[in-house]
């Protein structure tokens, strides 16, 4: 029996084709995956008895191995593909908490006939057989494949020879078009092809002549549609016109973006020109242009760009290049050079709307009067603005700046310089290097200590390691030892607050830096985030849009926004901040990860690859490689989704969100048996996690899933609970609560949570494509929450 179930059966109007993994209905084929099909032989070799869950999972995945959520997903795919339903079945009944039981005897197909003449005399008539078993039988399959190998081999052809042999861009468009064209003729003349006298017949053969009939009849039909074709495509081309290629639009920019407005009280520093070419030269002119930034941003009602987005122009920009990307009515350009002691400063101060200088500086001398340089170039910037400025506004610049060592502040530059790019493990240990370096010469110099602080938080926050917050803890402590009143200290000292779930104090620290320094972009953007984790939402926003008034190009803060945005379900909001980056920036690559997850929130799967993909070339970041590899999780790509997570832990090996990601992508793939210890590494590190932050809401989440997928419930259910406590306007709080209550059983409460989840702003689109809901799926219920158009703007007007 288990042999001829191997050949094929029938259960009702549905033919079942183990071998490959094929079932065939009124509707067409559908694919079975392996461990289905290896489940539905199981039940169809004992029909109408129970099949308890353990002898599923043995037969389907071996002893020991695979899961309750995967022989669930694999009875949910096998139901989908004889359309039926978990609470009304037809074919394959559930019996809670025991196994499953096969409603309908399962007939053999070798008793039905395999040879059928088609239109012959008191023989089978078309609809005796389905539209595909018609399609097989008459070799249009085998046409149809040989014909894509055939025209893919083509437009390969015409795309590397054409452009060698410089013919016009017209050839490759007609080939293509030719070979598009052409399928479809190939498919009918391979149908017809099989009529004979009236009639199409469709013998049992023997092998060989069954081979040489099927050859032929591919070769004619491919042939006869390339040539029908080419005859159609000219003469297309010869009355219409074959379509030319057009400029391409920039990648995941969709939309009109409206950049900030041009404001007459901004101002930029653009890079200094390194006129002999030294490295000291480099780092004085990067220097001198991040200290008058630094001590310009000081001055009530100036906007100032911020470095980061200055340095991402070239020096000596053109004068519009400048006021595009950096939105401000005036910038700072000029020149630096070195010979033994002696320095030259030329400094412009230009008019972005029209290029013409309002006014230009000389300085020469000695390398020890770097400090002076700098004051006087901002003292005159700021004379010369054409805006309204406080009568203070001198003794406002003058104050709590610090100077040091000349050579102590070169290594600082070269740390601060580093601190400023993207993070990478490399560029933080050479960072830190740097500011331990300045420390030597000079060990009171409060910004070094501050920029190590800096360093460590950021490393925590990188790559999750415990062990930066004890380091990042003493060196805020140095550097408020050493100078209680310098802002940046404070902004240091918040940020590592931040990082620590220490709220309150936080809000202390970037309170006290912006009390130093009112324009303090770093401490307005940590305040803000702070206010957030507080649920003070509209200050919390208030703030954002304050950084991004005062900068306008500065894409950090409109990133950060977004960020805000995106926590709070509001999807096309934080979509449109992070196009803003990438228009302000194409090859930012946090920008493009950042719009790619947006994107993928929003169920825009093919956008969302795009922009992820385009990132991670930048770029290997652990988020954007986790929600490339989600991307694919989501549209049923199991394995490529597990092979693009291990990347991810292969990177950042002590991340516990790269670890669980895997984890569940490995529950449906063809290795499952793994899951478990991923699972249990996942858990491990985030227990590491709450040891620093106890309350941090979505590392309490992933534990509480990690530890149910491990079996422990109680723990679990504790862990979730408090997360809900910490975070009770979360969407995803309440989505992972939906899926501890979905593996328990629990499906009314796991739809309570979900209806929750919605109302605060979660994607229903993701509900929807999520395998690990598969036991939801089926109810009225279910699909009456992520099938309601009208949840979604709800959830985004409250």
């Not at 991810?648 to 516990?656: G, I, K, T, W, Y």
Request: charge should be negative; hydrophobic fraction near 45%.
């Amino acid at each position: 029996m288990s042999a001829d179930l191997l050949q094929g059966f029938y259960l009702g109007e549905f033919l079942i084709e183990p071998l490959k993994g094929q079932v065939t209905g009124r509707a067409g084929s559908t694919h079975l995956p392996p461990k289905a099909v290896e489940v539905l032989l199981c039940l169809a070799r004992a029909p109408g008895e129970l099949v308890t869950r353990e002898k599923l999972l043995k037969k389907g995945w071996g002893s020991g191995n695979g899961s309750p959520e995967a022989l669930s997903h694999a009875v949910s795919e096998i139901r989908h593909a004889l359309g039926d339903r978990a609470d009304n079945p037809v074919f394959i009944q559930t019996l809670p908490r025991r196994g499953y039981r096969l409603a309908i005897d399962p007939v053999l197909a070798a008793d039905h006939s395999a040879s059928i003449v088609l239109g012959a005399k008191d023989g089978a008539h078309p609809g005796d057989i389905g539209f595909l078993e018609n399609l097989r039988r008459r070799g249009v399959f085998e046409t149809a494949l040989a014909y894509l190998i055939v025209g893919w081999l083509l437009i390969q052809v015409a795309d590397i020879v054409f452009s060698q042999l410089h013919l016009p861009a017209w050839a490759g468009t007609f080939v293509t078009a030719l070979v598009i064209a052409g399928f479809p003729i190939a498919v009918v003349l391979s149908w017809y092809l099989e009529f004979r006298d009236g009639r199409a017949i469709v013998h049992q053969l023997s092998a060989a002549d069954a081979r040489r009939r099927r050859f032929s009849r591919t070769y004619l039909s491919v042939t006869g549609a390339l040539a029908i074709a080419a005859i159609a495509v000219y003469a297309y081309d010869q009355s219409v016109g074959l379509p030319e290629a057009k400029s391409p639009e920039p990648v995941a920019l969709a939309r009109e973006v409206k950049l900030p407005p041009i404001l007459d009280n901004s101002i930029a520093v653009l890079p200094f020109l390194n006129l002999d070419g030294s490295n000291e030269t480099q780092i004085f002119a990067d220097g001198l242009v991040d200290d008058v930034i630094t001590q310009l941003s000081r001055v009530p009602g100036l906007r100032v760009a911020s470095r980061g987005d200055s340095f991402t122009l070239a020096p000596n920009s053109a004068s519009q290049k400048v006021r595009n990307r950096l939105r401000v009515n005036m910038y700072l350009e000029g020149s630096v050079e070195m010979a033994a002691d002696k320095m030259r400063v030329i400094v412009q101060m230009i008019d972005s709307s029209d290029g013409f200088h309002i006014l230009s500086r000389k300085f020469d001398r000695t390398r020890e009067d770097f400090f002076d340089i700098r004051d006087e170039i901002t003292s005159l910037t700021v004379a010369n603005v054409r805006v309204a400025l406080p009568e203070d506004t001198q003794s406002i610049i003058a104050s709590n700046y610090e100077d040091t060592d000349i050579d102590a502040y070169i290594l600082y530059r070269r740390g601060k310089e580093l601190l400023e790019l993207p993070p990478t493990t490399e560029a933080l240990e050479e960072a830190g290097s740097f500011f331990e370096q300045a420390l030597a010469l000079d060990p009171s110099y409060a910004a070094a200590h501050a920029g190590l602080c800096l360093t460590y938080a950021a490393s925590y926050n990188f790559g999750d390691e415990t062990h930066f917050i004890d380091l990042a803890e003493s060196a805020c402590a140095a550097a408020l030892a050493t100078n209680p009143n310098l802002y940046i200290v404070y902004s240091a000292l918040g940020e590592l607050y931040y990082q620590t779930g220490n709220n309150a104090e936080g809000q202390e620290a970037f309170e006290q830096a912006l009390a130093i320094n009112p324009q303090d972009v770093n401490a307005m953007q940590g305040l803000a985030a702070v206010y957030e984790k507080q649920l003070r939402f509209d200050e919390a926003e208030e703030l954002f849009e304050r950084a991004i008034d005062l900068q306008p190009g500065n894409w950090r803060s409109i990133d950060s926004l977004g960020a805000f945005l995106f926590a709070g379900g509001r999807y096309s909001e934080a979509a449109d901040a992070y196009r803003m980056v990438v228009s302000l920036d194409p090859l930012n690559w946090q920008g493009l990860g950042n719009l790619g997850s947006t994107l993928l929130m929003s169920g825009d799967f093919a956008e969302a690859a795009i922009a992820l993909e385009r990132s991670i070339e930048i770029a290997p970041d652990r988020s954007n490689l986790s929600n490339l590899a989600i991307n694919y999780y989501y549209l049923g790509e199991f394995d490529q989704a597990v092979s693009i997570h291990r990347k991810a832990v292969e990177l950042f090996p002590e991340s516990d969100v790269a670890w669980l990601n895997l984890a569940d992508a490995l529950v449906f793939s063809s290795e499952s048996g793994l899951a478990a210890a991923t699972y249990r590494k996942s858990a491990e590190l985030s227990e590491k996690l709450l040891r620093v932050d106890p309350r941090d809401s979505m590392t309490l989440c992933r534990l509480a899933w990690a530890t149910a997928m491990l079996r422990n419930g109680p723990r679990a259910e504790e862990l979730i609970n408090r997360a809900r406590e910490s975070a009770p306007n979360n969407p995803y709080v309440h989505y992972y609560e939906a899926l501890l209550r979905t593996r328990n059983g629990a499906y009314d409460a796991a739809l309570d949570s979900l209806e929750v989840a919605l109302d605060s702003g979660f994607p229903r689109i993701m509900l929807v494509s999520e395998p690990l809901l598969a036991d939801l799926r089926d109810t009225e219920r279910f699909s009456a929450l992520v099938l309601d158009p009208l949840r979604e703007n709800r959830a985004i007007q409250e």
